[in-house]
């Protein structure tokens, strides 16, 4: 009997990777989505769920960008909160992600955009992996200090839009040091980026 005998059957499918991406409204959480898909679609199988309180807006940009074919991007509206819709109930994206996966089951990544959301969002564990939660510049350099699940939890947190510092009166390096300081844990600070989408 060789070796190779006692080798597990590595052919199984993986269940896709969920990445949720939250943020308040106007943050970047579209524009990174749509990076993110241009750069891994070759690599990858994605698939896109964006989450709207009344439209299918991000759907359609992220359709009109190219960022992925029409039919890997489906928009939910989820009619109410969006943090609902990620966090206590988020049947309607679980069921979402259940109808892609039925006509792309070899997908690897499945990403899940909330809808536009305060620093309290936070993605359901059933529904995503990894998270990352973006903010704005422009919301003020007072925002990484605020805390809240987005900041201190996720696992990549970006600051976006720091070309607009100067004209909003935000220190960069203040809220650099904020945010080192509510991402600070027993393993020390947890990833971050700050950039321009």
Same mark, same amino acid.
């Given at each position: 009997?060789t070796?190779?005998?006692? %080798? /597990? #059957?590595?052919?199984?499918?993986?269940?896709? =990777?969920?990445?949720g991406i !939250?943020?308040?409204?106007g943050? !970047? *959480?579209?524009? &990174?989505l749509?990076m993110l898909c241009?750069a891994m679609?070759?690599k990858y199988d994605l698939i896109?769920?964006?989450n709207?309180?009344?439209t299918?807006?991000?759907?359609r =940009?992220l359709?009109?960008?190219g960022?992925l074919?029409a039919?890997?991007i489906?928009?939910?509206?989820?009619?109410g909160? /969006?943090?609902t819709?990620i966090?206590e109930?988020?049947s %309607? #994206?679980?069921?979402?992600i259940?109808?892609m996966?039925?006509?792309?089951?070899d997908?690897d990544?499945?990403?899940?955009e @909330?809808?536009g959301d305060? =620093?309290?969002?936070?993605?359901s564990p059933?529904? @995503?992996d990894l998270?990352?939660y973006?903010?704005d510049v422009a919301?003020?350099?007072k925002i990484?200090?605020k805390?809240? $699940?987005? %900041?201190?939890?996720?696992?990549?947190?970006?600051i #976006? *839009?720091?070309d607009l510092? /100067?004209?909003?009166g935000?220190? &960069?390096d203040v809220?650099?040091?904020?945010t080192?300081?509510?991402?600070? !844990?027993p393993?020390?600070v947890? $990833?971050?980026?700050m950039? #321009?989408l």
């Open positions: 009997m070796a190779l005998h006692h %080798i /597990p #059957n590595r052919t199984k499918k993986l269940p896709p =990777l969920r990445v !939250g943020g308040p409204v943050s !970047g *959480k579209t524009t &990174l749509e241009k679609r070759e896109a769920i964006t709207d309180i009344y299918k807006e991000d759907q =940009l359709t009109v960008s960022a074919p039919e890997r489906m928009g939910v509206e989820t009619g909160c /969006p943090h819709a966090r109930d988020a %309607i #994206n679980l069921e979402a259940d109808r996966l039925a006509q792309f089951p997908a990544v499945v990403f899940v @909330s809808g305060n =620093l309290a969002a936070t993605f059933e529904l @995503s998270t990352i973006v903010i919301a003020g350099e990484p200090r805390g809240g $699940p987005g %900041i201190t939890k996720s696992d990549l947190f970006v #976006n *839009k720091t510092a /100067p004209y909003v935000a220190n &960069l809220m650099k040091s904020d080192e300081r509510m991402r600070a !844990g393993q020390g947890k $990833p971050f980026v950039t #321009n």
